[in-house]
């Protein structure tokens, strides 16, 4: 029996492989209580970039939503370095607002296209 996580991941999951005719690579946001990761993978499962709230040394306190945005920018400048500009973003079994969206606009900004 699939947990309503593992439902709702797969049924997302399975609408960006239906729609995904041009072949691009997806964007996967996982996030946990203290940290936010972003993971660029292709089609057949290899993880091609990675980026996450670990990566970088904060001097300050900030919020969770500005933590997301520096992710966003910085992974969508790796991406872009590596000539990545139409991605799919897979935001897995997470609602879409919060980090998840604040990621999502900050990469949108840089310069990915969804």
Request: hydrophobic share 40%.
């Amino acid at each position: 029996m699939l947990t309503t996580y593992k439902r709702r991941q797969l049924r997302v999951r399975g609408k960006i492989a239906a729609n995904n005719k041009s072949m691009r690579p997806r964007i996967v946001v996982t996030r946990s209580n203290k940290n936010l990761g972003m993971q660029l993978i292709n089609l057949e499962g290899q993880v091609l970039k990675a980026y996450s709230t670990v990566n970088f040394k904060e001097s300050k306190k900030i919020s969770g939503i500005e933590k997301a945005k520096l992710v966003g920018a910085e992974f969508a400048k790796l991406c872009l370095k590596d000539g990545f500009k139409e991605v799919v973003f897979d935001k897995g079994a997470y609602i879409y607002n919060g980090r998840v969206k604040a990621v999502a606009e900050a990469c949108r900004e840089a310069g990915l296209q969804f």
